[in-house]
C-alpha cells in the first residue's frame, strides 16, 4: 500500500468519518475523553494514570521486562531517574525507585544500558538482571558539550550498527548578535553551527567521547529534540523547534498574526549531511516554501533558492514545541499504527494574540519506511483549558513517549510529573 493511502486505514478505526487535506492534519471524530485519565483518545482506546508526581518529567525509556525510566529535568531527593515497576499489571505503578545524581532530558534504554542526557554529556548505566536500580555508577559515553541557558537538552537515538545520535541545539533563536534584539542582523556564516543546530553521531564501541570526536551527521536545525531511528527505513528522523518572534523582532515584515502560524515545525528523513537551513531559512507551512530569513535578507516573502536546504516531509503548526518521537513497535494498536511516529507536541508559548497550540501527541503513518503526508491527532486534552492562553495555566504537557514490550503507550508531563499508559481495548 502507498503512504498516501495509508492513511486510508485510519477510516476503518474511525468509522469512516475522518477528513484529509493532503500533508495536513487529519482528525478523528470519534475521538472520546478518557474520563479517568482526563485526556481524549480515538475511540477503542484507554489510558491509566501509571504514576504522577514525579517531578518535571522528560523523556521516557521502557525495558523489555515493563519497567519505565523516566529523565527529570531537576533533581528531587538528589536524584534524577526515577524507575517505576507494575507488578500486578493493572496499568498503574507500585513500585516507585530514584537514583543518579543526573538530570535533564534524554534517556533511552540500548543493550540492557541506560543511556542518559544532561544538558553538557550523555552518561550510562548498566542496569541490573532483576533489580530496577543500577548497583554502579554512571559511564560517560560523551562528553564537552558547551554549556549554554537555550536549548540545552540533549535527545538520543540509536541505529542498529553500533551508533548514538545526539541532539545539541542552537543557544539562539537565529544567531542575532545581539541575540533577540528588533532589527539585529544574523551572523554570516552562523559560528554556532560548529557545535550547535546539529545532530551528532558516535561511535558506542570506541567511548569515552569529547564532542568533537563525532561526525556532524546532520546541521542547520534550530532544535531537534524529537529524535528516533527507523529500522524498517533504516533512517534516522527528526522534528524540530522552529524559530521564534519573527513579529517582534522584524515588524516591518511580519504581524502578530504571521508570527501565530510561522513558522512551521519541521518533520524530516535525515542522512549524513543532511542540512534544514537554519538559521538562514525557515519553513513557511502556509505556502509550502522555503523562506529566507529577516536575519539574513529576507522580508517576509523572498523564496530561498539554495539547493543544499531539504525540504520537510510534514510541516506542523508554528510553536507547537516538538520534544520527543517514537515509532511504534509493537503489536497491540490497530495494523495501520505498526511503524508509525507518535510525536509528543509539548505546546507553545508565543502564538498570542491567537491561542496557544500543541498540547496533544500526533501520530504519522508509515508504510514499508515512508512516512504519510497526512498526520492526525491521537491524544489532547492534556491542556486542560480550551482555548488556552498561557503555557502557565496548562495542567499537563506531553514531553515524552515510550513504547512497552506489550504495546503499551507511555507518555509523560512535564508539569506535574504524570505518566499516562495507553492501550487498545477495541471499540
Request: negative net charge.
Amino acid at each position: 500500500m502507498h503512504p498516501s493511502k495509508h492513511l486510508a486505514a485510519v477510516a476503518v478505526l474511525a468509522a469512516g468519518l475522518i477528513s484529509t487535506q493532503g500533508a495536513s492534519a487529519a482528525v478523528f471524530p470519534t475521538m472520546v475523553t478518557d474520563q479517568e485519565a482526563g485526556i481524549r483518545l480515538p475511540v477503542g482506546f484507554k489510558a491509566t494514570i501509571f504514576a504522577d508526581d514525579l517531578g518535571i518529567a522528560r523523556h521516557i525509556a521502557v525495558r523489555e521486562n515493563g519497567d519505565v525510566y523516566v529523565a527529570l529535568a531537576q533533581q528531587v531527593d538528589g536524584t534524577g531517574v526515577v524507575a517505576l515497576r507494575d507488578t500486578d499489571s493493572d496499568g498503574i505503578a507500585d513500585v516507585t525507585e530514584r537514583f543518579g545524581d543526573v538530570e535533564g532530558t534524554g534517556i533511552a534504554i540500548h543493550d540492557d544500558l541506560l543511556y542518559f542526557g544532561t544538558d553538557v554529556e550523555v552518561v550510562r548505566f548498566e542496569l541490573p538482571e532483576d533489580g530496577m536500580v543500577p548497583e554502579a555508577g554512571a559511564e560517560l559515553v560523551v562528553g564537552d558539550f558547551p554549556a549554554q541557558r537555550g536549548h540545552a537538552a540533549k535527545t538520543l537515538a540509536f541505529d542498529g550498527d553500533g551508533n548514538i545520535y545526539v541532539n545539541a541545539g542552537a543557544p539562539s533563536n537565529a544567531c542575532q548578535q545581539p541575540q533577540r534584539t528588533p532589527g539585529a542582523p544574523g551572523r554570516m556564516p552562523c559560528d554556532e553551527l560548529e557545535r550547535t543546530g546539529t545532530i551528532w553521531k558516535f561511535d558506542l564501541a570506541a567511548i569515552p567521547h569529547v564532542q568533537r570526536d563525532g561526525e556532524r551527521y546532520a546541521t542547520g536545525l534550530r532544535h531537534g529534540m524529537a529524535i528516533d531511528w527507523h529500522p524498517g527505513a533504516d533512517a534516522l528522523f527528526m522534528t524540530m523547534h522552529g524559530r521564534d518572534q519573527l513579529d517582534t523582532l522584524w515588524p516591518d515584515f511580519y504581524d502578530a498574526d504571521d508570527n501565530a502560524e510561522l513558522p512551521a515545525e519541521e518533520f524530516h528523513k535525515l542522512e549524513a549531511g543532511s542540512n534544514m537551513g537554519w538559521p538562514y531559512t525557515y519553513w513557511n507551512g502556509v505556502i509550502g516554501k522555503r523562506m529566507v530569513g529577516p536575519e539574513y535578507g529576507g522580508d517576509g516573502e523572498t523564496v530561498s533558492d539554495n539547493p543544499d536546504y531539504q525540504d520537510p516531509l510534514i510541516a506542523f503548526p508554528g510553536h507547537w514545541a516538538p520534544n520527543d518521537m517514537v515509532f511504534y513497535t509493537g503489536e497491540a494498536f490497530p495494523e495501520m499504527f505498526r511503524g508509525g511516529a507518535f510525536i509528543a507536541f509539548h505546546g507553545s508559548w508565543n502564538r498570542a494574540p491567537r491561542p496557544q497550540g500543541g498540547y496533544q501527541v500526533a501520530f504519522v503513518p508509515f508504510e514499508d519506511g515512508e512516512a504519510a503526508t497526512d498526520w492526525f491527532t491521537f491524544a489532547d486534552g492534556f491542556a486542560g483549558a480550551d482555548p488556552l492562553a498561557s503555557p502557565t495555566d496548562a495542567v499537563h504537557r506531553p514531553t515524552g513517549v515510550g513504547v512497552g514490550p506489550d504495546g503499551a503507550l507511555y507518555i509523560s508531563d512535564s508539569v506535574n510529573g504524570r505518566i499516562w499508559r495507553v492501550t487498545y481495548e477495541g471499540e
